[in-house]
């Protein structure tokens, strides 16, 4: 090492899953191409057959699961961006399978609400999606499952901490 180089701590390779597509050696990595491929799972059904994007999906399934949730609420639910849970609901609230009433108790919010329309395309895509995530994990065990779901509940309670 020459003078005045900062050696760097690489992190340590990933195990290769065998695709040899392993991504850069770090599993943060591998969660971030996972998720990609699972929206891509379910993009292509649901795009192909419903006319939904993943993220006018997650506003569906939300709404159907609570009720007067606010597009903040998604957000922050989800952890997605702003502008998608915006375009998502506007698009859905232009098609009329949601829309928008003012919070009695608190007249700076909007609560979104399942149109009739909503609730039964909802129920024609929830057995696709239940279908499509049991596809996703049929690989993995019960044990397995349970590990991954507590290994990412505790990775999503940390990391809210780490912003600054």
Not at 2 to 15: F, H, L, N, Q
Not at 31 to 56: G, N
Not at 117 to 129: F, S, T
Request: cysteine-free; hydrophobic content about 40%; aromatic content about 4%.
């Amino acid at each position: 090492m020459t003078r005045g180089a900062r050696a760097t701590k690489r992190p340590a390779a990933a195990p290769d899953d065998g695709s040899g597509s392993a991504p850069i050696d770090n599993i943060l990595a591998a969660v971030h191409v996972l998720s990609s491929r699972i929206s891509r799972a379910f993009d292509a059904r649901l795009a192909a057959r419903y006319d939904v994007s993943p993220p006018e999906w997650r506003v569906l399934l939300t709404l159907a699961q609570r009720p007067d949730s606010s597009a903040n609420e998604i957000t922050a639910l989800w952890a997605m961006e702003k502008m998608a849970v915006s375009r998502a609901v506007r698009r859905l609230e232009r098609m009329g399978r949601i829309r928008r009433q003012i919070d009695g108790a608190d007249r700076r919010r909007y609560a979104l609400i399942l149109t009739p329309e909503g609730r039964r395309l909802y129920q024609r895509i929830l057995p696709m999606a239940n279908e499509r995530y049991r596809e996703i994990t049929a690989v993995l065990s019960r044990a397995e499952l349970a590990t991954l779901r507590r290994a990412l509940a505790k990775l999503n309670r940390h990391i809210p901490g780490l912003d600054d």
